[in-house]
């Protein structure tokens, strides 16, 4: 049987579909938030979102939390917040007369740390070993953080009095960074309708919402994702497209190769979630824009001409050629 013969197991791929319809009961008209969420726990990857507030990005995660009947946490990230508060910290016991552990908030699956450029970056840094090795050290001990993990982090656009922007090391951690829009003139209805007919957004499961999935159909899916073939031409299409924006005359700094590889891998889970077992140019195309607009940094002169990173990244799309 040749790679385009394949296909993903149709029970598996039902089941991660079914948690996204299930979300939907509860989120209106974000659907590019949602899937780029079911991407990252297909990748082990982490997701930045970017909107304003009240668009839904809180109860977008506890609402995909049970769907797949996850543990889900929120930490509001705030100017005095400590390492400790969210990684957790030892306890003296007098009963015992000894330290004991106490886990964070980190401590779950799904962990929303919500305005994460409020904090200072000495508690920015600590999520960064539990994004990458998950865990966290206390004391030179490392603590093994629960499977799945994912962390969805949020920031506000628009405000920037107080607070402290993520550096590259850590924007880099991210798989995705999704923009989320305030919604359409009919979702906003929809959404209105929902509130009018006695819709709570803190209990969902008298919305309806019901597990659909496990951590175990989570874990076999993965499984899945990583036998999806790429084929070495568009393996090429990547780096170049990565190379690319190292050329790229509006931009002070491009794509890392850890960009390169959260391309592919995004690419990946996109055309398993799309019911094939084989990368297209057009998945490389799709998930390019998340997948590294927060890996580049615009220089000042072509940020003042209102240069994006979005624009950029569509230019070099265009300029690359699309392997046949």
């Not at 590294?292 to 799309?317: D, K, N, Q, W, Y």
Request: glycine share 4%; net charge negative.
């Amino acid at each position: 049987m040749s790679q385009s013969d394949r296909l993903p197991n149709p029970e598996l791929r039902a089941a991660l579909l079914a948690v996204r319809a299930e979300v939907e009961k509860a989120v209106v008209g974000q659907d590019a938030a949602l899937t780029s969420l079911l991407i990252a726990l297909l990748c082990h990857g982490h997701v930045l979102l970017e909107g304003v507030p009240g668009v839904a990005k809180t109860l977008l995660v506890r609402a995909l939390g049970q769907a797949l009947h996850l543990d889900a946490k929120r930490v509001q990230f705030t100017p005095d917040l400590m390492p400790g508060d969210i990684t957790g910290s030892l306890v003296y016991d007098a009963r015992q007369t000894e330290f004991t552990f106490r886990p964070g908030p980190v401590f779950t699956n799904l962990l929303l740390a919500d305005e994460i450029n409020r904090t200072p970056p000495k508690t920015q840094a600590a999520l960064l070993e539990a994004m990458e090795e998950r865990q966290v050290t206390v004391e030179g001990v490392p603590e093994k953080l629960p499977e799945p993990f994912l962390v969805i982090a949020t920031q506000n656009p628009v405000e920037h009095e107080g607070t402290y922007a993520l550096p590259e090391a850590q924007l880099d951690r991210f798989l995705l960074k999704v923009v989320i829009p305030v919604p359409e003139r009919h979702h906003e209805l929809a959404v209105l309708a929902r509130h009018a007919a006695g819709f709570d957004p803190r209990d969902l499961t008298a919305a309806g919402l019901a597990p659909v999935a496990s951590a175990e159909t989570l874990a076999a899916a993965r499984a899945e994702v990583r036998e999806v073939y790429v084929d070495p031409k568009v393996l090429e299409y990547v780096v170049d497209i990565c190379r690319a924006t190292r050329q790229a005359p509006a931009l002070a700094l491009g794509v890392s190769p850890r960009g390169a590889t959260a391309l592919m891998s995004a690419a990946r889970a996109w055309a398993w979630l799309s019911g094939r077992m084989y990368v297209t140019p057009d998945d490389v195309k799709a998930l390019a824009v998340p997948a590294l607009r927060h890996r580049i940094m615009l220089r000042p002169e072509a940020e003042m001409e209102g240069v994006t990173p979005a624009s950029v990244i569509a230019s070099v799309l265009a300029a690359v050629p699309v392997p046949r």
